[in-house]
Nanobody, 121 residues
Framework: QVQLQESGPGLVKPSQTLSLTCTVSGGSITTNSYYWNWIRQSPGKGLEWIGYIVYNGIMHYSPSLKGRASISRDTSNNQFSLQLSSVTPEDTAVYYC?????????????WGQGTQVTVSS
């Protein structure tokens, strides 16, 4: 059974960088065909895709974040991470790490429980 677990600070000050890590168990992040995503949900809004890192290390990001997002991985610890720079209160959301089984039509089949991040001074 694949499990994903987000970790990181729950409170970030405006203009700082938000950093989250997703630890994956029950499967390797380098296994062929899987895409490892970050998705968020702000209060009163729908889910917003942030970006992904693929099993072979390629990354892709949502243009809406205007270059503020960066995703990396640590294959020795089976983790992938999100950094979001220059945060504002609009970045307050529940952040999820999610596996997608194939692209572009594969299902988002495993989700972390989500972690609340609040941007406030």
């Amino acid at each position: 059974q694949v499990q994903l677990q987000e970790s990181g600070p729950g409170l970030v000050k405006p203009s700082q960088t938000l950093s989250l890590t997703c630890t994956v168990s029950g499967g390797s992040i380098t296994t062929n065909s899987y895409y490892w995503n970050w998705i968020r949900q702000s209060p009163g809004k729908g889910l917003e895709w942030i970006g992904y890192i693929v099993y072979n290390g390629i990354m892709h990001y949502s243009p809406s974040l205007k270059g503020r997002a960066s995703i990396s991985r640590d294959t020795s610890n089976n983790q992938f991470s999100l950094q979001l720079s220059s945060v504002t209160p609009e970045d307050t959301a529940v952040y999820y790490c999610v596996r997608r089984d194939g692209y572009p039509s594969g299902p988002y089949d495993y989700w972390g429980q989500g972690t609340q991040v609040t941007v406030s001074s």
